[in-house]
């Protein structure tokens, strides 16, 4: 019975089931049971198309989920409502069909929707503002990815870019990635670089240089940088050293104190009292101060507050004294710096340099180049000058004071007192400056009154034009060349007109010496010791005869019979020098003015038997036929001595040089022998024999 029951029950069903297939497939039907649309649809959207057969009719059942979203017009199923993915992804809706009869079977229509990319990114936040150490390391988070994070209800991915606005702070905070927007620091901060800035960070559905259409969003993010304590103390004054101004250095300081005196007051330094900061300036540290070398003695205190220097006690030597002071951060010892200070001893200043003059006046012409002079106002012609007078010094002239102008700087003034224009000066008018002259070591000053007037150009004189620093190089060259060219031109007509003069007497000279020191050892008396003095005689005058007959030979022959012989020379003859006849000599000069004839000289020697020297004969080959016959011959017999000898020669030397202003053409002439011809000119011979070595280059030439 109870399989009788279930295969009864099996039977009914699939008789229903074919039944209700059978209506639906001969009353109703759909083309597109599951369609699908993009949100965003307009009105009326077709879904599908239901075919009806006659005697049935569709309808949507109203117990449906979402009928409301649909409509039948005619044989079409519509969307009556535009669909929106973000709020319903599928729509599900069933139709109705029944048949005159009553009876009715329905059809299922899944519609999906399908999604358009119509939301743009969203921020949580759209503007934040983040405060950043500026000890802050590089690559630590500086805004988190939690705050930054935009959300996108289409569901796309999120691509990020991180952009700087204010001009001069790129490149110090980046995203750590395209799709994380956390913000975090790329370079090192520096407060006085970079003190706040602006980021602005973009949300976009789609990478950068995508086609599709791209929704973005943006977020801006406010950073300020908060200085911390960073930098050690900076004494003041200081240069910074570096272009970003991170580091700054200060000048020694320097003062003076006067030996075994103590001074009560703050001493005086240069270029300033000693004095720290903290760089740091949003923090201000304190600072204090201290000595830390130089003054074993501890003759100087300073004030820790103040940093004020002070004496202990009176300084006993002139010793300089180098002190280090050491400023630091009281909320931090490894925040330090050190200044040098020199203090000087010096013998005291009972009186300050003054001016002895409270004003003075100057002008200046308008369009001079820099560095010109300011001239005196009464005076035109002559540079300003300003002296500081000081009773210290005998002379009220110190050394050590030095000038400078106070309150312009149009003007400056030199070492010497001298003022001068620092610049062009465009137009006329009166400045009035303040000179200070200042004592380099007791560092006491005193203060004048300049008033200059600046003139137009045309208003100064030719002279002022030309006192210019320049102007007087130029000069002081053009002389310089003048100068050279009359040297020259003075050593030129000095050579002119006592050149042959010098000539001769530098000539005389150095014969001398020569002959002085030559000694010809080949006529020695040991070579001949059989030939007598007798034959010496004559060999000598024989010799002399040969001599003047090589004399003669250009001229005609002549008689002999006005010869003069030369008998008895004496055995220690050396040297015989000839000159002519004072009287005939100037007629000769007179003569031979015209036609300069040259004087050569041959050197004639004879072996000695008695002597132990050699002698020397100089010819005249012109003489001149007037001349006269006469020959005179000077004897110096070895018995005579050296004592006649050499004063013979000094005399005859003496003849030479008075010879030698009459007639300075004859320079080198020392003898000349008459021939034994009567017809010889008359010519005075004067023969000095000496015991001397001699030899001059002519005798080197024979």
Known sequence: ?????????????????????????????????????????????????????????????????????????????????????????????????????????????????????????????????????????????????????????????????????????????????????????????????????????????????SSDTTNTANATINIFIEQTDTRPPWFLPCTFINTDNSICISSPYTGRVNISEISMEPLILEPGPIYAIDPDYTLNEKIVYSIVSGDADEVFAVDADTGNLTMNKAATSTDSYLLQVMATQVNNIQKYSIAIVEIKVINKSDYAPYFESKSYNGIVSAGLAPRSFVFQAGDPSSPLMITAADDDFPDKVNPNIEYYIKNSTDFIATRDGFILTNVMLQSPGTVTIEAVGKDTLSLQEASTVIVVEVLLATAVTSSNKTHTARDMAILGGTLAALLLIALVFLGVLIYKQYGKPVKYLIRKKFSKEFSGSYRNKSYE???????????????????????????????????????????????????????????????????????????????????????????????KTDVDPDAGERVEVIEDNAADGDDDSDQDLQKNEEEEEEDYGKDNHHRGLRGSFASESSSLPAAEVRVKMSRTDAVTEDANDI
Not at 141 to 164: G, K, N, P, Q, W
Not at 183 to 205: G, M, N, P
Not at 544 to 566: C, D, F, G, H, K
Request: net charge negative; glycine share 4%.
């Open 1 to 209: 019975m109870a399989v009788s029951h279930w295969l009864l029950a099996s039977v009914l069903l699939l008789l229903l089931c074919t039944t209700q297939v059978s209506a639906q497939q001969q009353g109703c039907s759909v083309e597109n049971s599951k369609p699908s649309v993009y949100e965003n649809n307009p009105l009326g959207y077709v879904l599908t198309t239901i075919h009806v057969e006659p005697g049935f009719t569709v309808m949507i059942d109203p117990t449906s989920h979402d009928a409301s979203f649909f409509i039948i017009q005619g044989s079409e199923l519509q969307l009556n409502r535009s669909v929106d993915y973000e709020t319903d992804t599928v729509l599900l809706v069933y139709l109705i069909c029944q048949d005159s009869a009553g009876q009715s079977d329905s059809l299922e229509i899944i519609v999906t929707i399908l999604n358009v990319n119509d939301n743009s990114p969203e921020f949580e936040q759209t503007n934040l503002t983040a405060v950043v150490p500026e000890d802050t390391k590089v690559n630590a988070t500086v805004v988190a990815r939690e705050d930054l994070s935009a959300s996108d209800a289409d569901l796309d991915t999120i691509y990020y870019e991180l952009t700087t606005v204010v001009p001069g702070t790129d490149g110090y905070f980046a995203i750590k990635g395209v799709n994380n927007p956390e913000i975090y620091l790329q370079k090192a901060l520096d407060y006085e670089k970079i003190k706040w800035t602006i980021l602005v960070l973009c949300a976009r559905d789609r990478p950068v240089g």
């Open 525 to 619: 008396q040991g070579e001949h010791p059989n030939v007598g003095t007798k034959q010496h005689e004559m060999s000598e005058n024989s010799n002399v005869r040969s001599m003047a007959r090589v004399l003669e030979q250009p001229a005609p022959s002549l008689p002999s019979s006005n010869a003069v012989e030369i008998d008895s020379l004496p055995k220690a003859s050396v040297a015989s020098t000839t000159i002519f006849d004072r009287e005939q000599k100037e007629k000769e000069v007179e003569e031979e003015t015209e036609h300069e004839k040259e004087v050569k000289s041959i050197l004639k020697t004879d072996r000695h038997v008695a002597d132990d020297g050699y002698k020397a004969v100089w010819f």
